[in-house]
Nanobody, 123 residues
Framework: VQLQAFGGGLVQAGGSLRLSCAASGGTFSKYCMGWFRQAPGKEREFVAAVAWSGSTTSYADSVKGRFIISKDNAKKTTYLQMNSLKPEDTAVYYC?????????????????WGQGTLVTVSS
């Protein structure tokens, strides 16, 4: 499956942004979808994931209560709604797919990756 992430941009602190990740070339409904991010000078880290069935979600503590992940099998798209954004959310955001996954926080579990989209939050 090929993934393309988009929706990044510049937003002020406290604002909202919705990222999208469109999939092609595979059976999207079989995939757990995750979002990871990499801030300048830092390691890539887990942000959120939704199980392949859509029944469960998981979040990093740093975004819990502010971000919402979802997947739309009909549109073959996963979304990351980001609210109450903070300057420390500034990063390149990557979407990833893990076939029949349940929402792992480990990058190693994800077989397919998108190219990344930049989110910049100004103070």
């Amino acid at each position: 499956v090929q993934l393309q992430a988009f929706g990044g941009g510049l937003v002020q602190a406290g604002g909202s942004l919705r990222l999208s990740c469109a999939a092609s070339g595979g059976t999207f409904s079989k995939y757990c979808m995750g979002w990871f991010r990499q801030a300048p000078g830092k390691e890539r880290e887990f942000v959120a994931a939704v199980a392949w069935s859509g029944s469960t979600t998981s979040y990093a503590d740093s975004v819990k209560g502010r971000f919402i992940i979802s997947k739309d099998n009909a549109k073959k798209t996963t979304y990351l709604q980001m609210n109450s954004l903070k300057p420390e959310d500034t990063a390149v955001y990557y979407c990833a797919a893990d076939i029949y996954g349940y929402g792992s926080r480990s990058e190693a579990e994800y077989e397919h990756w998108g190219q990344g989209t930049l989110v910049t939050v100004s103070s």
